[in-house]
């Protein structure tokens, strides 16, 4: 990996992701940089925000420096008390788990739908108790959440839903763009996402007093009327104004972004969808995925497991990186005494024996012939 995480190859090899910058962005960059504006305000935040928020079809954007803390100022907003409860998939990413276990409540887990890879969201009702706050919904590797069950359950029992859109920038489901749903949405734009601003992310909300409140905590619980007076502890995840400025840039060609993320998809499903032994993440017909990463599994029967295939893929130019390993499955929260004897039979089998493939902007048509050529050499 580079320092930036994203791919360290050889020329020979065909990097899992690589960021497709343009002269536009570079540009843009340099005009904020030249502006001044250089931390963690300026005129390209509110921009920034602005902008990323009416393409979500959000009121309010509050740019922070990652996803993560996107994630644990949703959280913050909730005012989780110790035991508090949020139902989550156990197939994610920790970003998802830390700010609950931060905040001294629980994540509660369901396993994974076997043909999205994202949550089940029929199994979320029988996981609800008297101490569930919230859901957190995940759209995993670009594809939605079947978000319409979800929502109903959440209005029954008065929950409120946090929207992880950390890998779906631009997906839809039933025709509402990913990152609208619940109380608040939160993006990631790390090096490998749609939308890049290095390191950085977004949380979005409706209504304004989340919003004011979520502010506030981005910026140390600084007050509008009185600077250094503090009624809340905040934190310091400020975005700065010149990768808002990169942002930006972007916000201007996602249509073309998606567009060439969902030809991708398309060229590998045709490719791979009759190739034995793998299983591929099936779009629904209600969802529009944007193939934030094209994953596969290999089914039992091809006799070998992730990590084989991987190596196998490897040796034929072929860089791949593994799927999530489930919340249960995580000695650090084990450590702590959450998810004793649970099993989520879906998030291990998929863990074990899935990986995705190249899967970024600057993909072409020639290398995922190649890819292909190399899957169906590694499954011989
Ligand atoms: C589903 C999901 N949530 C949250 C995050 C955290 O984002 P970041 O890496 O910007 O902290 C990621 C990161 O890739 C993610 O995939």
Redesign the pocket.
């Known amino acids: 990996m580079n320092p930036s995480g994203v791919s360290h190859h050889p020329e020979s090899l065909i990097p899992v992701n690589e960021p497709l910058l343009t002269e536009a962005d570079f540009d843009a960059v340099m005009q904020a940089l030249r502006s001044g504006w250089i931390s963690g305000a300026g005129p390209h935040i509110e921009a920034f925000e602005a902008r990323w928020a009416a393409y979500c079809g959000r009121k309010h954007g509050i740019a922070l420096a990652?996803?993560?803390?996107a994630?644990q100022v949703a959280v913050a907003l909730l005012d989780l008390q110790a035991g508090d409860e949020v139902i989550m998939p156990t197939f994610?990413?920790i970003?998802?788990a830390l700010p609950v276990v931060l905040a001294g409540a629980v994540p509660v887990l369901v396993d994974s739908d076997p043909q999205t890879w994202t949550m089940d969201v029929s199994q979320v009702e029988a996981r609800i108790t008297s101490r569930t706050r919230a859901i957190m919904p995940?759209h995993?590797y670009g594809h939605p959440v079947d978000m319409d069950p979800l929502l109903e359950v959440a209005e029954r029992y008065h929950l409120r839903v946090v929207e992880?859109a950390?890998?779906a920038h631009g997906a839809d489901y039933r025709g509402h763009r990913i990152g609208s749903f619940g109380e608040s949405s939160?993006f990631?734009?790390?090096a490998?996402?749609l939308l890049t601003t290095g390191?950085?992310?977004m949380l979005m909300v409706d209504d304004d007093a989340l919003a004011e409140r979520a502010r506030r905590l981005r910026n140390l619980g600084f007050q509008p009327a009185r600077r250094f007076l503090h009624a809340e502890l905040g934190f310091n995840y400020r975005l700065t104004n010149m990768q808002a400025a990169l942002g930006l840039a972007q916000v201007d060609r996602m249509d073309e972004i998606v567009a060439r993320k969902r030809r991708m998809g398309q060229a590998y499903t045709e490719r791979l969808s009759e190739v034995a032994g793998l299983e591929l993440q099936v779009q629904q017909p209600w969802a529009r995925s944007v193939f934030w990463m094209f994953g596969l599994v290999l089914s039992g029967d091809t006799g070998i497991d992730a990590e084989e295939f991987a190596s196998r893929l490897k040796a034929r130019g072929v860089e791949t990186r593994p799927f999530f390993l489930g919340m249960h499955e995580q000695p650090v929260l084990r450590e702590m005494g959450l998810f004793d004897g649970e099993v989520y039979p879906v998030a291990e089998r998929i863990a074990r024996g899935g990986l995705y493939l190249p899967s970024g902007l600057g993909l072409d048509d020639a290398q995922i012939d190649q890819v292909c050529q190399a899957v169906r050499e590694a499954l011989a």
Do not use: M, P, Q
Not at 66 to 69: I, K, L, M
């Open positions: 990652n996803g993560t803390v994630l994610t990413i970003s998802c995940v995993i992880d950390a890998e939160c990631s734009f790390y490998n996402k390191e950085g992310g």
